[in-house]
């Protein structure tokens, strides 16, 4: 029975994308993460019995990168912002914190640094802007990430949250009239009904109440709550005021709906709606729809009613790209139904590239594809891989082509606007493809947000046969008897040696000051071994080879130069002077003048020592190797 290999790792699952080769005696692992480290085991079976098997360690080490870097922060006068820097690396890196280029050590009450973490106590506008910079370094390499900070001080403005001008609420009902002025640092907000200031009570059972928010609350409404309501909002650097009338009603009225909202992958956004009923009304039920379909409130765990601030709406927990669309908010009693809509925007990685397409000129290819939506930012780059008949795992090409360098703009339809670049149209031209090997190729778009999923395959592609293109690698010396030059290389994969008539040409000669002829062998097939006849008196010296690959259409380039030493002779020195000294009955020190690490005398490489013990006694004889 034939042997079985097979290979585990921490007893359990081969890494994504592992390739067994040879009858399963070799474990390859291309594009090595960090999580591939750990214990693979490989184990020989015979007749289902396990015969032998062997463990080893692997460490995977990397460069300093940045899974969540450092984003633009935007702070109050005064507030305290506690950034964090988190890199991925082995060995575990070193932090060093920038501000506009230059070094950042810890002041008291300024800044405080340390490793990975920069605290600043009390944002100034004066000290702490500037553009901040966390560095990671180990012996690999170093990893930046950089971002804004910005400290923001200004007096209070309605311009973007100014009051509902005219507001309905129903008799009986509630009513909040919201007031969100835009402020640095938190104003303080006083509220007036036709120029009378409104007293902010905090008796619980209290009708008109101001909320933490400093949105004003009004339970239990009546006629005489209509008016004009004024909110002042001030802080240190001035202030606003904004008005709204308030109109009592007798009917179901929404009186705050959901707006636009737009939220990134994974985040969690928020749609208000707040409706005001007639009191002699039974309960009001808010029902929620997304495209015109009810939204399951239990199915995936992505939704869920309540309130933010004080105002019920609806939450969209981890929001995903399939979650954007026209959400639909409904308040119905028994008499009547009011409804408001609003659309969702969900920003993340871009869509999938379409139409991968390729024309094939010998050794070059000039690749096509079709942007996907970038999802609310700019697509920046695209990663592109490959696989061929050979290899039919997922390799990457280039992991950095620029949209940029490779795309054009998407051409908009008169009177639309953007605010961001939007590509349409992509070509790039990849040369030196190897001969005899047929391609597929797949793109996949990178924006702010990551990458998006990769397209599909593009149709295959095939190399016109050539001669080899890629150099032999991995020259050494090799084992055989005395006489004989051995020598092994490392075999190309047949992606890079194709056809049917392959093999290698190895050029060897002495290597002197001023070397002679190269004499040149052929050796046919895959082997990646050769042994030459170099005479017995040729022992333990220095030649000079090199190997190169050659099939059906021609050879292919020489490897360098590398200097590989003849097989070695039987050692023909011996060691003098031989001494011992006792150290108690059972032991012994031995002493010698070894053989002179020379040629002539050690005939190759000196690997030890043998020691032979007589027991004169015994009349026994005990070698031992040192």
Partial sequence: MPLMYTWSKDNGPLPEGAVLMEQNRV????????????????????????????????????????????RDQHL????????????????????????DG???????????????????????????????????????????TSAQLRVLAFAPTF??????????????????????????????????????????????????????????????VQISDQGMYTCLAENRMGRAHSSGRLTVVERTVIHIAPTDTRVDVNGTAFLACLASRDVKLQDLVYLWYLNGLSINMVKGGHYHQGTNRGIPGLFIVRAQLHHAGLYTCRAATVDDVRSQSAWLDVYGPPGEVAAVRSITRSRNVTLTWITGPDHGATITRFLLQFRTDFKPIWRIWHDDVLASDVCVLRKLSKGQL????????????????????????????????????????????????????????????????????????????????????????????????????WTVAKVAGRESMFAALVGALNFYLE?????????????????????VMSAEDVPVGAPTDVTSDSVNATAMIVYWTPVPNTREFIRGKVLGYQVGVLDALQCSNKEMIT
């Fill in 159 to 220: 311009a973007k949250n100014p009051l509902n001008p005219s507001q309905l609420t129903t008799l009986g009902g509630n009513a909040t009239l919201l007031c969100r002025p835009e402020a640095a640092p938190q104003p303080a907000v006083q509220w007036l009904k036709n120029d009378r200031k409104i007293p902010n009570t905090h008796d619980p059972q209290a009708r008109v109440v101001y909320l933490t928010t400093g949105d004003l609350h009004i339970s239990r």
């Fill in 543 to 563: 030649y000079e080879v090199m190997v190169g690959a050659f099939n059906a259409n021609g050879s292919g380039p020489n490897s360098t130069i590398h200097t």
């Fill in 418 to 517: 953007s605010s961001r670049r939007q590509y349409d149209k992509c070509q790039l031209v990849l040369a030196d493809l190897k001969p005899g090997s047929t391609y597929s190729f797949r793109v996949t778009a990178v924006n702010r947000y990551g990458a998006g999923p990769p397209s599909s395959s593009s149709p295959p592609y095939k190399i016109p046969d050539g001669a080899p293109v890629v150099q032999v690698t991995g020259i050494r010396d090799g084992v055989g008897p005395v006489g004989t030059l051995p020598v092994i290389w490392d075999a190309l994969h047949p992606e890079d040696l194709t056809g049917e008539t392959v093999g290698y040409t190895v050029y060897f000669r002495r290597k002197r000051k001023f070397p002679g002829q």
């Fill in 76 to 99: 109050d006068l005064g507030s305290q912002l506690t950034w964090r820097c988190e890199a991925r690396a082995v060995p575990r890196p070193v932090y060093t914190w920038l501000k």
């Fill in 27 to 70: 474990l390859q692992i291309p594009d090595v993460k960090l999580e591939d480290a750990g214990s693979y085991t490989c184990r020989v079976a015979k007749n289902d019995r396990i015969y032998s098997e062997k463990s080893l360690h692997v460490t995977v080490k990397a460069i300093p990168s940045f899974p969540r870097p450092l």
């Fill in 102 to 144: 230059q070094p950042l050590v810890s002041v008291p009450g300024k800044f405080q640094v340390k490793g990975n973490v920069l605290v600043i106590p009390k944002a100034d506008p004066d000290l702490h802007p500037g553009m901040y910079q966390c560095s990671a370094s180990n012996v690999h390499g170093t990893g930046r």
